[in-house]
């Protein structure tokens, strides 16, 4: 791999979004993370927070991720990153996110859900300027395996085929 300055951001990775479809994720990103922390200039968590009135409440009718217990990281996150974002949408603020990234040429991307937070956070970097890689085997959908396979696919084709990679950086 080149010497570009290199960052992962771990999306979502909270209570609320383990589910059957997604346990298994968890301990392949916790792995991911203490095996290749040295590789990254920063490592940031994000963390969505529902709000009553939100979108998520008025349009899709979804009252999710508002308890506490729910919006915590898993064990194991929180300890293992430099900085963790709240959000309230499909992205991070960029006013928040970008400033961390400053220096930062590109960033590893993975966690849940790959067809909503994972692609939304891949393209906010992309229109920023810095180079997204989606790591594919490092995410997942609490929609199941047909969303998380229509997330990369559509990250494929948004962000080309060579930035949706396995953990040893090849396109897949």
Not at 16 to 43: K, M, N, W
Not at 63 to 75: E, K, P, R
Not at 92 to 102: F, H, K, V
Request: glycine share 8%; with cysteine; net charge negative.
């Amino acid at each position: 791999m080149s010497g570009k300055a290199r960052a992962l951001i771990v999306v979502d990775v909270q209570r609320g979004f383990v589910t059957p479809d997604t346990e298994a994720t968890v301990s392949r990103v916790l792995e991911h993370i203490q095996r290749e922390r040295r590789r990254y200039a920063v490592v940031i968590a994000t963390r969505f927070i529902n709000s009553p009135g939100s979108m998520y409440e008025t349009e899709r009718e979804w009252d999710g991720m508002m308890d506490a217990q729910d919006i915590s990281l898993v064990s194991g996150i929180d300890s293992a990153v430099d900085a963790v974002l709240s959000k309230h949408g499909l992205a991070p603020d960029p006013g928040e996110l970008l400033p961390i990234l400053r220096g930062v040429e590109q960033v590893e991307v993975c966690g849940f859900d790959t067809d909503q937070c994972v692609l939304a956070t891949a393209l906010l970097l992309w229109d920023a300027g810095i180079v997204p890689r989606v790591l594919a085997s490092l995410c997942s959908s609490s929609g199941g395996p047909d969303m998380h396979e229509a997330g990369l696919a559509i990250a494929r084709r948004a962000i080309g085929d060579r930035n949706v990679i396995d953990t040893a950086g090849h396109a897949i």
